[in-house]
């Protein structure tokens, strides 16, 4: 009895588990359409953004190409530009010499053409400095023969000049008076002023006479250009004349500049 009991508890799910096989097979292919339609949206979808994410990541690629094309064309320009900055640079300094040998300072001195790239009332500073030939205490002069001042402090590309109406600035000079040169001393006041002092009393000098460098002293060459008297200050009582003298340059109206090293 018990055992009749047993067996028709097993029958009952064997007979579900079969019946469940049969309609497996018979509608095999409409559960296939239907797991199909169910399913086919969210493939889709994935399909899409599946597309979109590799059209994102190759699009981020091409723009990190593209910067990176960018940068190496504006590098590759500003290494061109600065090529032709030297070369213009190069040919500005041949034009600048060929002028001074046409007037001969070649045969007076060893030149060094430089630019005043920054200035400060009695000082300036050069684009050139010891690696193209610079020292200090060379004198500063234009092409036209013009002392400026002297080189006091030399980098390695760049150099700074003391001008000649500099407070620490001191030199011999003489003034050209009626076919003679009579000895004075030349003092920097700041401010591009210049005063001469110890003028011997018994000789004549004028507003208007020129004032020349002395080899006297070894500050500067003999004969470069300084200035003219603008006035002159006598005194019974005084053994020497002084003078306030106006400088023969203008800093606005420089253009070519030599250091310079007498031969």
Not at 145 to 151: A, C, R, T, Y
Not at 179 to 190: L, R, S, W
């Amino acid at each position: 009895m018990n055992y009749c009991r047993r067996k028709r508890k097993w029958i009952a799910p064997v007979l579900a588990v079969l019946l469940l096989i049969i309609l497996a097979n018979v509608f095999q292919n409409q559960v296939r359409s239907a797991f199909h339609c169910i399913s086919n949206p969210f493939q889709a979808s994935f399909w899409t953004a599946g597309e979109k994410s590799s059209d994102f990541i190759q699009g981020l690629s091409k723009i990190s190409a593209i910067k990176d094309e960018l940068d190496s064309a504006i590098q590759k320009n500003a290494e061109l530009e600065k090529r032709i900055l030297s070369l213009k640079n190069i040919e500005e300094e041949n034009d600048i010499l060929k002028r001074a040998l046409d007037i001969d300072l070649n045969k007076k001195y060893e030149l060094f053409p430089v630019k005043i790239i920054s200035k400060n009332k009695d000082s300036v500073v050069l684009n050139k400095g010891s690696r193209d030939g610079l020292a200090e205490g060379m004198p500063l002069i234009t092409e036209g023969e013009i002392i400026l001042g002297k080189i006091a402090e030399v980098h390695q590309d760049y150099s700074r000049a003391l001008l000649i109406s500099d407070k620490s600035i001191s030199f011999d000079v003489f003034i050209a008076h009626d076919g003679q040169e009579i000895p004075a001393f030349a003092e920097g006041k700041g401010n591009l002023i210049l005063s001469l002092g110890y003028i011997p009393q018994e000789r004549t000098v004028a507003e208007g006479d020129i004032i020349l460098t002395s080899s006297l002293g070894g500050v500067f060459p003999k004969s470069l250009m300084v200035g003219r008297i603008k006035n002159v200050l006598r005194s019974d009582t005084d053994s020497f004349q002084s003078a306030e003298a106006d400088l023969y340059f203008s800093l606005t109206e420089i253009k070519n500049i030599f250091a310079v090293k007498p031969l």
